[in-house]
C-alpha cells in the first residue's frame, strides 16, 4: 500500500512488513528511504493510511450486505 501527499510518499510493503518513506521534493526517482529521519511523518501517514484502509473495508461490507 502506499500514500502520498505534496512533499512524500510513504510505501508499506508486505514483505517484511517495511515502510519506506521517499521525499519526492528531493528524490523524485523514490531512490533513497528517509523513513528514519522522518519518524513523526511516517507516523502520521501511516495513520492516515490505516484509516482510510479501514474505511474502505466499511463500505466495502455496507456494500456487501446491501447486495444479500
Not at 25 to 36: I, M, Y
Not at 44 to 65: G, H, K, P, V, Y
Request: aromatic share 4%; charged share 30%; proline share 4%.
Amino acid at each position: 500500500a502506499a500514500l502520498s501527499d505534496d512533499r512524500y510518499k510513504l510505501v508499506i510493503l508486505t514483505e517484511g512488513p517495511r515502510l519506506e518513506l521517499y521525499d519526492l521534493l528531493v528524490d523524485p526517482s523514490e531512490s533513497h528511504d528517509v523513513a528514519s529521519h522522518h519518524p513523526g511523518v511516517v507516523r502520521e501517514m501511516t495513520e492516515r493510511l490505516r484509516t482510510w484502509q479501514e474505511s474502505c473495508a466499511r463500505l466495502a461490507a455496507a456494500l456487501d450486505a446491501l447486495s444479500s
